[in-house]
Nanobody, 117 residues
Framework: QVPVVESGGGLVQPGGSLRLSCAAS????????MGWSRQAPGKQRELVAE???????NYADSVKGRFTISRGDTQNTVYLQMNSLIPEDTAVYYC???????????WGQGTQVTVSS
């Protein structure tokens, strides 16, 4: 098992910014891909942004130009900088890490982001 922990959610006004952090706790196993998804009430979970196993980045069309995914000093940490937030961004944001050794995706518990005035 590889624990994945997110932080940084909260309440923000429309037009504001938040930065989410995610850390996968492993110094042994290689992480092939890592990223963020979100799930709003009554909706399916959707991919927001990710670093793929090929080293590229993917973004949902709805967040392009507003959100930026970045890596920390190690492969085990990623951030999601969210700017120009709108109420439709309100959701629980989940971080995931794909671990090659297990051929499995590990998910965090999620962090709530609420955009409201």
């Amino acid at each position: 098992q590889v624990p994945v922990v997110e932080s940084g959610g909260g309440l923000v006004q429309p037009g504001g910014s938040l930065r989410l952090s995610c850390a996968a706790s492993t110094d042994v196993f290689t992480i092939s891909a890592m990223g963020w998804s979100r799930q709003a009430p009554g909706k399916q979970r959707e991919l927001v942004a990710e670093f793929t196993s090929g080293g590229t980045t993917n973004y949902a069309d709805s967040v392009k130009g507003r959100f930026t995914i970045s890596r920390g000093d190690t492969q085990n940490t990623v951030y999601l900088q969210m700017n120009s937030l709108i109420p439709e961004d309100t959701a629980v944001y989940y971080c995931h890490a794909d671990v090659k050794y297990f051929d499995q995706t590990f998910w965090g518990q999620g962090t709530q982001v609420t955009v409201s005035s």
